[in-house]
């Protein structure tokens, strides 16, 4: 059964250092969604993704946030000078189409910032 | 504002017996509405979704949900629970026309503990 698929399952980095998590939608998915759960909170959407621009984006996902499909197949997320408040499991989430369709969820990436 | 409540933080239940997790929610406009679980240590799942058409909808695992829009509620349930089900369940809910229509907004999560 396809899959999202993310790495590193766990990161942990600096204070103020660039972190790049990366995730691989399944194959036939057109958009792509980066969400996060700070730990004991709620899952949180950050950010939408189709047609190689952003399509929709929450308060959170200020200029520190930038996301990318380099090629046709990953799509990441970048943190140009992580926070400490940025530590939390990061999920990708990719679907087929926007209406009627569910979103399919990577296994996440716990990003630590120290 | 856009909301999804799930009232109970754990439900706790005999394995073989009925379970349901509570959900309502809040939306301007139709919902669209999906229960995801979560193993340890693994992503979201998806169970089911409800869009449109009949008010119970079945996903997988022998889960299956009702949409009563007058009580705004979404409840998970199932007719005869497993050790295996034990998880953490989330409600959540997209927005058509509040333009956020690629957007899930998600309940707190319920967990649930299946005892042998």
């Known amino acids: 059964e396809p899959e999202v698929t993310q790495t590193p399952s766990h990161q942990v980095t600096q204070m103020g250092q660039e972190v790049i998590l990366r995730c691989v939608p399944i194959s036939n998915h057109l958009y792509f969604y980066w969400y996060r759960q700070i730990l004991g909170q709620k899952v949180e959407f950050l950010v939408s993704f189709y047609n190689n621009e952003i399509s929709e984006k929450s308060e959170i996902f200020d200029d520190q946030f930038s996301v990318e499909r380099p090629d046709g197949s990953n799509f990441t997320l970048k943190i140009r000078s992580t926070k400490l408040e940025d530590s939390a499991m990061y999920f990708c989430?990719?679907?087929?189409?926007?209406?009627?369709?569910?979103?399919?969820f990577g296994q996440g990436t716990r990003l630590t910032v120290v | 504002a856009q909301s999804v409540a799930q009232p109970e933080d754990q439900v706790n239940v005999a394995e073989g017996n009925p379970l349901t997790v509570k959900c309502t929610y809040s939306?301007?406009?139709?919902?669209?509405l999906f229960w995801y679980v979560q193993y340890p240590n693994r992503g979201l799942q998806f169970l089911l979704k409800y869009i449109t058409g009949d008010n119970l909808v079945k996903g997988s695992y022998g889960f299956e949900a009702e949409f009563n829009k007058s009580q705004t509620s979404f409840h998970l349930k199932k007719p005869s629970a497993l050790v295996s089900d034990s998880a953490l369940y989330f409600c959540?809910?997209?927005?058509?026309?509040?333009?956020?229509?690629?957007?899930?907004?998600f309940g707190a999560g319920t967990r649930l503990a299946v005892h042998p």
């Open positions: 959540a809910v997209r927005d058509i026309l509040s333009g956020g229509y690629n957007k899930l907004i």
């Open positions: 939306v301007s406009g139709n919902p669209y």
């Open positions: 989430a990719s679907s087929e189409r926007q209406l009627n369709t569910e979103a399919f």
